[in-house]
């Protein structure tokens, strides 16, 4: 079963008497275990595909089908579990909480789950900063951690959840080149050691050679060529 499937997926708003056209029929299908990459200039659709992905929105046509299930047949209350359960989120902005420190931040969406014990939670938590290599981090601050560090904390909250897919948007933005392809090393290394989709999208040509597999979009679509397989 695919991770990820869309057919001829079209997504447009409304700005006044004006129509914005975000994709213009996409189909795509994404295998479970993927290390994919979403390349495109700023405007060209990407972000609007990773939300189509992530539950975060519903096509305007076409279909979205995440694991087998229809997101255009869950209404928001199933959409909210959903991304909870099945869904990671890695941003470009980091987003940890300022007051929580490392083990309290990676912990925070299982406590929103409320399904494990506390000696499990302890037990998930601890897997996944040694997976990102923060043991030594572990009650510090987002304050107190470098770029590098606090994305290193939001791989591993969104992997602590053991979700299907992991979405990454811009996820090396605000960081030196240097700590971005590192960043994209490490999300490949725990692809290899937990089978996780990890799905990101960028514009950085130097981190897209990373990608095991491409997929250029612009203006809305999906252009002719995709590159697969790359190493």
Known sequence: MSAVELIDVKKYYKLGDTRVDALRGVSLEIETGEFLAIAGPSGSGKSTMLNMFGCIDTPSEG????????????NDRELTRYRRTRIGFIFQSFNLIPVLNVYENIEFP???????SRSEREQRVM??????????????????LSGGQRQRVAIA??????????????????LDSETGLRIIDLMREINDREKTTFIFSTHDSRIVSHARRVVQIRDGLILDGTEKDQV
């Open 157 to 174: 909250r969104a992997l602590v959840t053991q979700p299907l897919i992991v979405l990454a948007d811009e996820p090396t933005a605000n």
């Open 127 to 144: 897997h996944f900063i040694e997976e990102v290599g923060l043991a030594d981090r572990i009650r510090n601050k987002a304050n107190e």
């Open 63 to 74: 279909t979205v089908t995440v694991d087998g299930t229809r997101t255009d047949h869950l």
């Open 110 to 116: 299982l406590l929103l789950q409320r399904s494990l």
